[in-house]
Every structure is written in C-alpha cells, then in structure tokens.
C-alpha cells in the first residue's frame, strides 16, 4: 500500500482541501496522513467561518514524530495544499526535504491554491508569491487551475496553445508533471469542462460535461489533484491516471447536481471514484 502525507485545509464542514481529497485518497487504496493547515468551520466561499490556521512550525513537529517511530520512510508522496499562512509554505518544502531524505523516491504533487477573491477563495497576502518564486523548483507534480497558471507563467492564457507553453515553460523551472485541473478561455466549449496534463515528452486534452449548477461547488480540484495522485502512485501511466480522473470527478460532479447539492457528494459517490461508470478519451494535443 502506497502512504501519502497530504498538507492541506481542513474544514468540519463540507468538503475542501483534506476533506476533500484524502476520503477518494482511501478510496482508490492510497493510506493518507493528514496534516491540516488550517481547521475552519467550512470554506471560505460561504463568506463567513470560524477556525484557525495552525502553527507554521507544528508542520515539521509532526513530520519528525512521524520519522521518530520509524515510519516517514514508508512515505511515498507529499501532497500540499490550501496555505493559512505564508509561513506554512517554508515548512511545507522541508517537510518534503525530510521525506524524500526518509525515502529518495517520493514525489511531491504541488496544488498551488493562490485564491480567487471574486469567488470567495481566500488566502493570505504573501502566499501566492512564494509559491510562484520557490514551489516549481521543489514540486515533481505541479496542479494549477488557469489562473493559477496564469501566475506561474507571469501573462495571460487566452488559448490552448498558450496553456501548452505555459506548462512547458514551467517544467523547464522544475517540475516533470503539470496537470491543469481547469482551463477556462475564449473559444472552448462551453458545455464541457477542460483539463491538460502535460510532460517534457506529452500532452493530453481532457473534456467531461460541465453541469448547470447555480452556484459551483468547492473542493473539485482538491478532490482532483487527490484522484490524480492516488492513481499515479498505483502505477498508472500519465494518460491512465488523467482519464481515470476525468471520470471519478465527473462522477462526483454528477452526484452532486442530481441532489441538488452545493457540497461534494463524495460519499454518494465512492464505487464510482474507485470504478467510474464512464469513460472519457484523453486527446493528444
């Protein structure tokens, strides 16, 4: 069994960060230790929550009580996350220092959550620019939405073929892996929600149905990254773990706005996450 240390939000209520990702995580048979950022009522898209981040140093504490009995060597990836505080990013990139000292072949998949403040999304100032600056160089996985893309590349994306120079841009500042969860420009269907994967060596275009929700809900590229890492770890290839993806969110999304729901079915959705119903081809792009 693969072990992931999964550095993220957690929220009581609802699903985001770790509680969106590290239930599919379980899942799809990956084992998650979960270290919580920040513990809030629910996120922050609901305008108002209560909640603390956690002390940026308890990140290494609990790593090193992990190495203490002996276990951070059985640590095949590091996941990270939603941030509460800029501080916490430092401490992220020597938790993974630790890890891969602990064991050479981890990895480490970056979510690089800078906020949307137009949609509710939170974060503290200082966090975005350390992870344009420091995280491309340390990350093996980087998983960006567009606009995240956006930052990292520093200019806008209005295309795939800038999405695609984007990516590679930014593999050449480090990472071996960009994965897209979400790309968004003018001239793409507008009933199909995008997604890329893309190496030194490939590219793949992923489309699922976009759903008519009235107001979307959160925690999909958290749950997203979660998938794509759990599927990566138990073998698949590149295009394998993308397609496999594409479908369990599809699934996820597909419960969620037959209830009618603004939080993440995951629990409605669970065989589905680990068998999807559907399958949805990866275009080579």
Known sequence: MKHVLSIQSHVVYGHAGNSAAVFPMRRLGVEVWPVNTVQFSNHTQYGRWAGQALESSQ????????AAIGELQRCDAVLSGYLGAPEQAAYVIEAVRKVRAANPQAIYLCDPVMGHPEKGCVVQPGIQQ????????VADIMAPNHLELEKLAGRDIDSLADALAACRDLIARGPKLVLVKHLDYAGKPVDQFEMLVVSASE?????????????????????????????TLSGDDVKTAFEHTLAAVDAVMAATHAAGEYELQLVAAQDEIARPQRHFDAIAV
């Open 59 to 66: 990140i290494t504490a609990l790593v090193d009580g992990i």
């Open 203 to 231: 590219a793949w275009l992923g489309r699922r149905p976009l759903y008519p929700f009235d107001r979307q809900p959160v925690g999909v590229g958290d749950l997203t990254s979660g998938v794509f890492l759990a599927r």
């Open 130 to 137: 350390y992870l344009v600056e420091h995280m491309p160089a």
